[in-house]
């Protein structure tokens, strides 16, 4: 009787263990194909996103992981619980705000086109009649779509923006949209192509990157308040001097 209960006791507290052991790690998804901000160097994730997620969980003492699952997958991962967060440059929009939730801002961006010598490109309403790459459910597609309409035959669709940027780099298609650091840093990739950047503020808006999270995220106060102390301790600047190579705005950042 003894020896039965000390089994069933034992039983229970090895069943209890492995329930917080699961529970306590926090799963984080991203699209490792977006440098300066995820890339996969060998089989390590890195970039930006990476260095900003390792402070801020740091700082809000929780354990994770970080997965490469993809864009796509990432909105209904987060959906049905097998990721906790994602960090993979996502904009803040109106229309994700509708199904998830995000922390504070953590990164202004806007939109650049990316194309090479000889494509005659001044502003965004150039794009019209010319083959566009853009990578699917991006804000990137959503600009280029403002442009030249929706389901536009001319407008090519990629899995990662890394195969469009790639296709621009092969003369497959003639102007990438995308993200002004993902822009930038194929320029300084590729430093003996003529690749041209051209912003437009009037038809490209400021936007801000946020961590994502499954509405009504318990996550969200704690990583709101780490991030906050992170960017106001000087760690984000650090991070950003890293993979930029100058200093943020602070002051701006911290009024969004
Ligand atoms: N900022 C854009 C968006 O939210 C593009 C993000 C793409 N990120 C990535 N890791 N592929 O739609």
């Known amino acids: 009787m003894r020896k039965s209960l000390l089994v069933l006791l034992l039983v229970s507290m090895v069943a209890l263990l492995a329930a917080c052991g699961g529970g306590d790690k926090i799963i984080v998804g991203t699209d490792a194909a977006f440098a300066p901000f995820e890339s996969l160097d060998g089989e390590d994730i890195v970039g930006f996103d990476v260095d900003l997620l390792a402070a ?4 809000a003492g929780l354990e994770y992981e970080l997965n490469n699952v993809g864009w796509d997958p990432i909105f209904p991962s987060l959906k049905n619980g097998s990721i906790d967060v994602a960090i993979s440059g996502i ?3 109106e229309e994700r705000k509708q199904e998830f939730d995000f922390t504070r801002p953590y990164f202004e961006s806007t939109h650049m086109i990316a194309f090479y010598e000889g494509t005659d490109i001044q502003s965004a309403n150039d794009l019209e009649g010319k083959i566009i790459g853009v990578q699917t459910g991006t804000t990137g597609q959503f600009a280029a779509e ?3 309409g929706e ?6 669709l990629f899995e990662t923006t890394a195969l469009a940027l790639a296709a621009l780099k092969q003369g497959n298609i003639e102007a990438v949209v995308t993200d002004i650091a993902v822009a930038s840093e194929f320029v300084k990739n590729n430093p003996n192509d003529n690749v041209q950047l051209v912003s437009d503020a009037e038809n490209f808006e400021a936007e801000y990157y946020g961590l994502m999270l499954a509405d009504g995220s318990e996550l969200k106060e704690t990583l709101d308040t780490a991030l906050s102390t992170v960017i106001e301790n000087g760690k984000y600047a650090e991070i950003f001097q890293k993979w930029f190579g100058t200093s943020p705005d602070v002051e701006s950042l911290l009024n969004q």
């Open 56 to 59: 801020v969980m740091e700082e």
């Open 146 to 148: 403002s442009i030249v």
């Open 151 to 156: 389901s536009n035959p001319n407008l090519q």
């Open 91 to 93: 904009t803040i929009t």
